[in-house]
């Protein structure tokens, strides 16, 4: 049906960058929004950054300032840059997608297996 597969996780050191890419695949007709959620260890997951498909963002107040939401609309994928990397900053990253894979049906919630980001020197 519908695949989102995460990649770009890993171990970084504080104060350095990654970059998270996510691939939709599958019967798609139209994605709306698309976005990054992350989950830390006994914490809810949360949102990070979205942007819908007309352009506009949203980011958590920890995210903003660092961290960069963007989309390659042709290859139905969204990119989250993060700079400046704290330890807090680690968690399970999941990419969120509103996907519409069927006309006439709504758009429909569609999450990524997630991907591991660590922060730690």
């Known amino acids: 049906q519908v695949q989102l597969v995460e990649s770009g996780g890993g171990l970084v050191q504080p104060g350095g960058s990654l970059r998270l890419s996510c691939a939709a695949s599958g019967s798609i007709v139209s994605i709306h929004a698309m976005g990054w959620y992350r989950q830390a260890p006994g914490k809810e997951r949360e949102l990070v950054a979205s942007?819908?498909?007309?352009?506009?963002?949203a980011y958590a107040n920890s995210a903003k300032g660092r961290f960069t939401i963007s989309r390659d609309n042709g290859k139905n994928t969204v990119y989250l840059q993060m700079s400046n990397l704290k330890p807090e900053d680690t968690a399970v990253y999941y990419c969120?997608?509103?996907?519409?894979?069927?006309?006439?049906?709504?758009?429909?919630?569609?999450w990524g297996q997630g991907t591991q980001v660590t922060v730690s020197s």
């Open positions: 969120y997608a509103e996907i519409q894979y069927r006309i006439y049906v709504s758009p429909n919630g569609f």
């Open positions: 942007m819908q498909s007309g352009g506009s963002t």
